[in-house]
């Protein structure tokens, strides 16, 4: 596909402009992450890496992600996160005096975060960059966490669809069981994308690509690329 191997000599000229040695990428055990996995392989054969970051996360997110790795042969590791995550989390709330098991958001944007940093940190010691898994419609909408997995240094499918990541992934041999996921970000149990959003990918593609959605799903998707707006830029600063 002549799209996915521009977008492998891309990743490849961003390495090298960089000065870099390779690509790292958090494996999630989605699509997304998996498609990504599949894209640095290409791009840095002998200095690509996934990394599995478990976080109070799900066994099964676990075995996606190894298969996927797996299957775009893509050499990875795995560092649990759940301790430093319970630390942090309830020393905050104990600080705060407030109950730990409130606040999801909260919750679900640390661990968020504290994969940002396990992944800067290994991308420091090998000299590599840190590659994102956003689409396009999670872009656009802003649903990603501001310095957690919206940290990164390049976006290869940023500019995809939620249909043009499945079409990719199906190119690049990506499992059926991972295809077939409920997109999730895994912040908690149970925890599904459109659940969260009240929106279909599917929705949000039309949206993109200019064609009829409904009213309501165009105020939903319009009110979330408003209210996130301040993801999509660095922050502000005061000019006396």
Not at 115 to 122: F, Q
Not at 137 to 160: C, M, Q, R
Not at 175 to 204: R, V
Request: hydrophobic share 40%.
């Amino acid at each position: 596909m002549e799209k996915m191997e521009r977008c492998i000599d891309w990743l490849r000229e961003q390495v090298k402009n960089a000065h870099a040695q390779g690509l790292i990428v958090g494996l999630s055990g989605g699509i997304d992450s998996a498609l990504v996995g599949y894209l640095i392989a290409q791009a840095c054969p002998n200095d690509a890496l996934g990394v599995i970051l478990p976080c109070h996360s799900s066994g099964q997110d676990r075995e996606d992600a190894i298969l996927g790795a797996r299957a775009v042969k893509l050499p990875w590791l795995e560092l649990d996160l759940s301790e430093p995550h319970s630390l942090l989390w309830e020393g905050a709330n104990e600080l705060l005096g407030l109950d730990p098991a409130e606040n999801k958001g909260a919750n679900g944007n640390l661990r968020a975060r504290l994969r940002m940093s396990a992944l800067y940190t290994l991308a420091s010691l090998k000299n590599y960059l840190v590659v994102g898994t956003d689409n396009k419609a999670e872009y656009y909408i802003g649903y990603f966490t501001k310095y957690g997995d919206g940290g990164v240094d390049l976006l290869p499918i940023g500019s995809l669809t939620k249909a043009e990541v499945y079409l990719w992934a199906r190119e690049a041999g990506i499992p059926q069981k991972i295809l077939a996921k409920a997109p999730s970000a895994g912040l908690w149990p149970g925890q599904t994308d459109e659940a969260e959003l009240g929106l279909s990918y599917s929705s949000i593609d039309q949206y993109l690509e200019g064609k009829d959605v409904s009213e309501q799903e165009r105020e939903r998707i319009e009110q979330l690329h408003g209210i996130t707006e301040h993801k999509r830029h660095t922050p502000p600063c005061f000019i006396p």
